[in-house]
């Protein structure tokens, strides 16, 4: 039977892979990947060790020319972010991911892959795979949960369960790089208080919809300056809001703190007098945002539609104005670029996503920086900007950032090694 990885190398990492995406592993629901990566460690003779939070270790013995080296931690997250189209009918807790090859790329069918951080899982699992007589110096193959909703596997890991003082983090996507820092990290949930009025009788209802970006992980994709449906979409509420007769129903886009969103959706009542100048104030902002992002994000689908949808409310004018000026007031992208390491993401927030329930609407934001003086800097220019919305912030302490050494023993002996497998340098980020 054909598989869409025949073919790709090298083969023992994808065939590791592909189970991978078989396997149900939403954050805080990894049972079935840890029970699977207990059985594959038994049918192997592999020792386990575990802690209460969920987190295994696979120990492999050193071999060949390795059996004496010091112990190696190779660590990978078991979890993934779980995203999926508005049309998708994907249930993450139990259906296996469909993937297919799209120009050379491997890709899921309406969803997200799992790459983050599947692929790190399976070049362990590949690695306690190697035949008896491979020079592997001892290993613990570290698999952590629940990375993608609040490192959770990482902070309660307990120490005890590791031995090796050398660990090689297999939590990166692009290909040559080898990173040698991480930013720390904070969310903030922002409660914005809203009123709600009748909706008035003799105005239409339309669907406004931006579809077709392209998403990804707010802590690796920040700097491409991929476009945020939150923010295209706000924006284009804002133009509308302003050029007609018209009032927001209801906003809805992005779902996880740590995905750029790539959908969201709102409804609007429109007068009848207003349709052309809404329906132009809609086209006018859609075709500034092809411009500016049409390059990055070929497929962005801007839509308006009448609807036969009445909802009997709509926000006061003051809500919807606090609502859309607090988004479109909230940071998006890359802050700043640090001094000292070039290329290098220093500072960064992502608006992640805004929902409306019971006479609120909440809103996450996700800052980053491998600073924390400049964290927390961000976190209190959030909590001003919402402040000034009447909004009010919950932030909870934020994860510590991993500060570069370029310096490392590690560093320089991983950049030989690479070198000399491949026949150039790594890009050291």
């Known amino acids: ?53 969920g987190n295994i270790v696979i120990l492999r013995p050193g071999s060949g020319k390795g059996k004496n080296a010091s112990t190696i931690i190779i660590q ?4 993934m972010v779980c ?33 983050d951080n599947g692929i790190g899982v399976a070049a362990a699992m590949a690695l306690l795979d190697l035949p008896a007589d491979t020079s592997l110096p001892p290993l613990e193959c570290l698999f952590t949960v629940d990375e993608e909703t609040g490192l959770t596997g990482a902070f309660a890991l307990n120490g005890e369960i590791l031995k090796g003082r050398t660990m090689l983090n297999l939590d990166t996507e692009d290909w040559g790089e080898i990173c040698i820092g991480c930013a720390g990290g904070g969310d903030s949930n922002i409660n914005l208080p809203i009123e709600e009025m009748s909706a008035p009788s003799d105005y ?39 050029n007609s007769k018209s009032h927001l129903v209801s906003i809805k886009g992005g779902d996880k703190h740590n995905a750029i969103p790539r959908e969201a959706f709102a409804t609007l009542y429109i007068h009848p007098e207003s349709v052309s100048d809404a329906q132009n104030s809609v086209s006018f902002r859609a075709r500034g945002l092809k411009k500016e992002f049409g390059s990055v994000e070929p497929n962005m689908n801007v839509k308006f539609t009448g609807s036969d949808e009445l909802p009997e409310k709509c926000l006061s004018k003051q809500s919807q104005t606090n609502l859309v000026g607090l988004l479109r007031t909230l940071p998006h992208g890359v802050l700043k670029y640090s001094h000292d390491v070039e290329g290098l993401v220093e500072t960064s927030n992502n608006l992640a996503s805004v929902q409306i329930s019971e006479n609120k609407v909440t809103i996450v934001c996700s800052t980053r920086s ?10 209190e220019r959030i909590k001003i900007m ?26 320089e002996t991983t950049t ?14």
Not at 229 to 238: C, G, K, L
Not at 370 to 377: C, F, G, Q, Y
């Open 370 to 379: 491998s600073i924390s003086e400049a964290l927390e800097s961000q976190r």
């Open 204 to 242: 239409l209802s339309f669907e406004l919809s931006v579809e077709g970006l392209r998403g990804g992980h707010s802590g690796v994709d920040i700097h491409e300056e991929r476009g945020n449906a939150v923010v295209f979409i706000s924006s284009i509420i804002n133009n509308v809001l302003n």
């Open 76 to 79: 990978s997250h078991v979890d």
């Open 83 to 115: 995203e999926k189209n508005r049309d998708s009918n994907h249930d993450f807790m139990n259906d296996p991911l469909k993937l297919y090859i799209d120009d050379g790329w491997l890709k899921a069918e309406g969803t997200t892959l799992g790459a």
């Open 1 to 53: 039977m054909t598989s869409v990885i025949d073919g790709l190398k090298p083969e023992i990492v994808w065939k590791h892979f592909e189970t991978l995406t078989k396997i149900p592993r939403p954050s805080k629901h990894e049972d079935k990947i840890l029970k699977y990566l207990r059985e594959f460690a038994r049918e192997r003779n592999l020792n386990i060790r575990e802690d209460e939070t």
């Open 386 to 411: 919402s402040r000034a919305f009447d909004a009010t912030v919950e932030q909870e302490e934020a994860y510590p950032g991993w500060a570069p050494n370029i310096n490392s023993p590690i560093l």
């Open 416 to 429: 030989k090694i690479y070198t000399d497998l491949l026949g150039k340098d790594p890009h050291i980020c």
